[in-house]
């Protein structure tokens, strides 16, 4: 191993997870207040595109808005057009060339700076996103120290595949087998973890030595500028990650279909990651390599709740994964399934809790929830509500918040669902829970299994041997025992589903960054 490999492994040590802000102490909760009057002050303003040095304006604009308050526009961003994605592809070809040279212990060590500057601006990156996608303090900061943890952890993942990779020895034969990166990524982020995802993806493909056009959802482009503003900062070469806003429906297909784009790193719902696998896969003329994609999609996430459960920790489990920020994670529990005897005592309790939530402006730390995404989303799960009347009973919620202006719907749960209604099979993304009841512990398993998702799942009980049995025949990426089915922690709990809920990966896990990898054995005969 190289004298620098030592040195910035030894500076670095071992991973461990960021920890979160602790907002009972005083001296934290006046720093966040003072992020979000510096923020506001900075809202509004508008981003340029960038591809390699170059600033770009364009006539397409993109308004990114507050959706606690949608008359507050965020930022107004100069959008991508299919002209702007081929100069961005081409820039990123080319940087490729020089970049991939750059030794893996710089590029790792990128990493390092960057998460070190999030960490001194943890609180301004937190207030962008209450203000942007509506996340209160607590799932703001969550999501800001999820970012940071993927750059340690990616960071130090690059120095361990880096060097040679050991092989069997053959007598009279010098063999070695080295990961080398892939070439131009086009990276596709979603809007509900506008830091740690589009941040993961970004940096798993830098730090391999590829080269990245990041297209940042519409709905969530500020804080990725703020990302981008970062690694300029920290020396990151210009053409290295290319700036393209735009809306999916105009740039993703040119993105996806160049030449030149080599891999697509995805993360959003099952439509759009299906037409992307799709696409990726066709055939044309000048494409070199079969496009590698990595798609991260829905979920349809149950917790099990059994009759030798502690209930009380089951309803407190079974609140926050539903309704933590709002329902509107790919890991959000939508789904209870409730062994039969304790049924109504479980509705009981969960109902108890589900009253109380708060709803209204993500700022005020006074909401524990905030508002949905925007209009669109608002009037979607409003019409899987009305749905829910027809499928279920209506326990509690399954109304707009009236005297406010932002997307806020109230905690919604729904019970006696049958396990193939509509509100229990499709992914809703917003405050929407369905209750079903199940006439036994195996039963419930089948029902948790019956969807064509398989994210993350959780079960409630004393017994081991059903713990046992879940972890066996419970089918999905993640799954919890005893505990919610949110709030991965990168290193300790690697996330990605099975089935419909996308390739199989595993983000902040060991084998993530092979996915922007490919391994050349080399071997040669000795004389
Ligand atoms: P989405 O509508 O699929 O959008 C995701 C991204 O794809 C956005 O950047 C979007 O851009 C872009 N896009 C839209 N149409 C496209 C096209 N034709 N070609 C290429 N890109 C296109 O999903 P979302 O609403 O942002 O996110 C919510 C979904 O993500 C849920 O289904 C959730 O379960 C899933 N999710 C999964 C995971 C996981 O780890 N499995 C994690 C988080 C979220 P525009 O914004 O411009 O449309």
Redesign the pocket.
């Known amino acids: 191993m190289s004298g620098q490999a030592v040195d910035v492994k030894a500076r670095v040590g071992e991973f461990t997870n960021e920890p979160l802000v602790d907002f009972s102490q005083g001296e934290n909760r006046r720093k966040m207040k003072e992020a979000l009057a510096k923020v506001k002050g900075e809202l509004g303003r508008e981003y340029e595109l960038r591809i390699g040095a170059e600033r770009l304006q364009t006539k397409e604009k993109i308004k990114s808005i507050n959706p606690s308050h949608p008359d507050q526009v965020v930022g107004v961003f100069h959008g991508g057009t299919p002209e702007l994605v081929e100069k961005a592809v081409e820039t990123a070809a080319r940087t490729f060339e020089t970049w991939k040279e750059v030794p893996y212990q710089q590029r790792a060590d990128t990493l390092f700076r960057a998460a070190e500057r999030m960490r001194r601006r943890k609180f301004e990156l937190s207030a962008w996103m209450i203000y942007e996608v509506g996340k209160t303090r607590v799932e703001a900061d969550a999501d800001t120290a999820e970012a940071i943890d993927f750059c340690e952890f990616y960071g130090r993942e690059m120095l361990r595949l880096g060097p040679p990779q050991p092989l069997t020895p053959v007598p009279g034969e010098k063999n070695y087998l080295e990961y080398i990166p892939l070439g131009v990524g086009a990276v596709?982020?979603?809007?509900?973890?506008p830091a740690a995802?589009m941040i993961g993806m970004t940096t798993a493909a830098i730090v391999t030595g590829n080269t990245v056009v990041l297209?940042?959802?519409?709905?969530s482009p500020t804080i990725a500028a703020k990302f981008v503003d970062i690694m300029e900062e920290v020396g990151l070469p210009p053409g290295v990650l290319n700036f393209l806003p735009?809306?999916?429906?105009q740039v993703?297909?040119p993105?996806?279909l160049h030449p030149k784009t080599r891999f697509v790193a995805?993360?959003?719902?099952?439509?759009?990651?299906l037409?992307?696998s799709e696409l990726a896969a066709k055939p044309q003329p000048g494409l070199k390599w079969v496009r590698r994609t990595v798609l991260?999609?829905?979920?349809k996430d149950a917790i099990i709740v059994d009759n030798e459960a502690d209930l009380d920790a089951a309803a407190d489990g079974v609140a926050a994964a539903a309704y933590g920020y709002q329902g509107q994670?790919?890991s959000a529990c939508s789904r209870a399934i409730v062994v039969k005897d304790v049924y109504p005592e479980f509705l009981k309790k969960l109902e108890e809790r589900v009253k109380k939530i708060t709803v209204g402006p993500a700022e005020d730390p006074n909401n524990y929830m905030g508002p949905v995404i925007n209009h669109s989303a608002m009037k979607s799960i409003l019409e899987y509500i009305e749905i829910g009347k027809k499928e279920g009973r209506l326990l509690t919620g399954g109304v707009a918040v009236k005297d406010k202006d932002g997307y806020f719907l109230t905690p919604t749960v729904f019970a006696d669902l049958a396990p193939k209604a509509r509100i229990t099979q499709e992914?809703i993304?917003g405050p929407v829970l369905a209750v079903i009841p199940a006439k036994d512990y195996d039963q419930a398993l089948e029902i948790a299994n019956d969807t064509e998702y398989g994210?993350t799942g959780s079960v409630y009980s004393k017994n081991p041997e059903k713990l046992r049995r879940a972890a066996s025949r419970f089918h999905v990426g993640n799954l919890y025992l005893n505990r919610k089915c949110t709030g991965a922690k990168v290193g300790a709990h690697p996330?990605?589903?099975f089935n419909m809920?996308?390739t199989d990966s595993k983000?902040g896990g060991r084998d993530y960054l092979l996915l922007f990898l490919q391994a050349k054995a080399v071997s040669e005969k000795l004389a």
């Open positions: 596709i982020p979603p809007w509900n973890f995802i297209k940042p959802s519409s709905d735009g809306r999916g429906s993703g297909d993105l996806v995805f993360t959003g719902s099952k439509q759009v990651g037409r992307i991260e999609m829905g979920g994670k790919c992914e993304f994210l996330f990605g589903g809920s996308g983000a």
